[in-house]
């Protein structure tokens, strides 16, 4: 009894020492914010430890960004972000160039041809495909396969990467600090000259990633029909990775359209950590990012999704392990209410005290895994708070989904106690400490702060808003949010004969690895 007192205080007083040097007073000598005459955002954070940088380049803009009829433009760029610029990737660009045209009027005469309602002409259809696939054949002559990501590897580059998902578009990688100059000019070029090139060969490849990660994969499959009935109007039930038939059809010339109106200054925050002066390499940025040529912010007016007035429910029959996920709607990140949801994530879904991980995994032992989160499939739009178990072998779905709508009523109808309440503030400030050891995650943290906010600062508050919630605040969001009606439901319903999962009795039990993506297509 006596440890149990003094392990929350000790650890309290560790991060209160911690902290005295990961507060904002500390950040606000080493970082300096900077948005350049074009409408581009530079944030420096000094951290002389070691002589390498990490970066994080954040565009404003993901799937849900997406044209309607073009769903998975947003991350089909990301991949061409990639393929070089009109001096980097190609042996001659001023061939390369028309070679390149002329796939995309090739593909424009059989697209028109293969999508006529009435009269389509098999034989021309044929012929037109060939013409495209010789277009694209001939403008594949001048390729150099892969030489930005070498460039960037041979001169030390560690985590070359970039991710899209439902509200952003993201690039990073490390660098040794003496070659800061080289990826100033690297990532400022494939954004001022970026170059369509490979782009029906990369399409196959995202039409690939789709099969695999969903068309292939039951947890693939019910995530996206989940959010296709939980959003039946925001562009949030669209798939990130797109359907099919709108990557078997959106061209290159979509994806330079959907460049040109996103990928702007005024839309990107560029965040650089590591052993940099904000006074020396600042020039350096200007010189090269200012290059960008300005352009407005775009409109983000979207459809928004109204109340849901009855329970919803998908139900997929797999030759596979089952699963539950159950989401409830609640307001974007902006709300006031926000540091409340994340403090019943923490409460729900933190570590093996967790209240989902002690009934359903410690205690009745009917599921492998479960949790519950925010973020679902976004945060910058109103999104969805959600529940998920794993069943093991010899149990239901619909015994963990009872199980956890216990845990729900508990949580409505009782206040926490005075302990969990404590831990809730005392990891928060322990996850922000972890989360600022590395360069990368440092930047970030940073410039997603930054965008979503206009302020860095905010990544710091945000501890100070989870120090304000209280036992009451919690039972009331719980009661506004975790209503039946409010819910939509996912089941996967492990199918017989299968010798898997749930009520078949399988000798493997599902893990963790099998929950919904909580971090979006990449």
Not at 25 to 32: D, G, N, P, Q
Not at 120 to 126: C, S, T, Y
Not at 452 to 463: A, I, Q, T
Not at 491 to 511: F, H, N, W, Y
Request: hydrophobic fraction near 35%; charged fraction near 30%; include cysteine.
């Amino acid at each position: 009894m006596k440890y149990r007192i003094l392990k929350p205080f000790t650890l309290i007083l560790l991060l209160t020492a911690l902290a005295a040097a990961q507060n904002v007073a500390s950040f606000e000598k080493r970082i300096t914010v900077k948005k350049l005459p074009n409408g581009l955002t530079i944030l420096i954070c000094e951290r002389p430890e070691a002589p390498v940088f990490s970066f994080f380049t954040m565009v404003d803009a993901g799937s849900a960004q997406d044209p309607l009829g073009k769903t998975g433009l947003a991350h089909m760029f990301e991949h061409m972000a990639f393929k070089g610029t009109d001096t980097i990737g190609t042996t001659d660009y001023a061939a390369e160039k028309p070679a390149l045209e002329k796939i995309e009027v090739a593909y424009a005469a059989y697209l028109e041809e293969r999508d006529k309602k009435t009269g389509r002409d098999e034989a021309k259809l044929k012929e037109l495909e060939k013409s495209w696939k010789d277009a694209i054949a001939e403008a594949d002559k001048f390729v150099v396969p892969n030489q930005f990501g070498k460039i960037v590897e041979q001169n030390g580059g560690q985590d070359l990467n970039a991710f899209t998902d439902y509200d952003e578009t993201a690039y990073h990688y490390s660098l040794p600090v003496n070659r800061l100059e080289l990826w100033a000019y690297l990532e400022s070029e494939r954004f001022l000259h970026p170059v369509m090139r490979e782009f029906y060969k990369e399409r196959n490849v995202v039409i690939e990633e789709r099969r695999l990660r969903t068309d292939s994969n039951p947890t693939g499959r019910l995530e996206e029909q989940f959010e296709a009935a939980a959003f039946e109007t925001h562009p949030y039930h669209r798939p990130t990775i797109g359907w099919i038939s709108d990557l078997n059809s959106f061209s290159a010339t979509d994806a330079k359209r959907f460049f040109d109106k996103y990928y702007v200054p005024a839309n990107m925050v560029v965040a650089i950590t590591g052993d940099v002066k904000a006074a020396r390499i600042m020039p350096i940025l200007e010189k090269y990012f200012g290059r960008l040529p300005m352009s407005s912010k775009p409109d983000e007016t979207t459809t928004i999704e109204p109340p849901q007035n009855s329970e919803r429910k998908v139900v997929l029959k797999e030759k596979s392990q089952p699963l539950y996920l159950e989401g409830y709607h609640r307001p974007d990140y902006m709300s006031k209410d926000d540091a409340i949801y994340d403090a019943i994530t923490d409460l729900m879904s933190e570590g093996r005290t967790s209240r989902l991980y002690r009934a359903l995994v410690r205690d009745k032992k009917i599921a492998a895994f479960s949790a519950g989160f925010s973020g679902l499939p976004g945060t910058k739009y109103p999104h969805l708070f959600a529940f998920y178990a794993v069943p093991l072998p010899g149990h239901s779905t619909q015994e963990v989904a009872d199980a956890i709508h216990a845990e729900i009523e508990r949580l409505k109808k009782e206040d926490i106690s005075d302990e969990e309440l404590t831990m809730i503030k005392t990891r928060t400030k322990a996850n922000l400490i972890r989360g600022l050891g590395e360069n990368e995650g440092l930047a970030t943290q940073l410039a997603i702060y930054q965008t979503r906010y206009g302020d860095w600062r905010e990544l710091f508050r945000s501890v100070d808003r989870i120090d304000k919630v209280t036992k009451a605040d919690i039972r009331r969001v719980a009661n506004k949010t975790f209503q039946d009606t409010n819910r939509t439901i996912g089941v996967i319903e492990t199918t017989s004969g299968t010798g898997q999962g749930g009520e078949q009795g399988s000798e493997q039990a599902p893990s963790e690895q099998d929950a919904p993506d909580q971090e979006g297509a990449q």
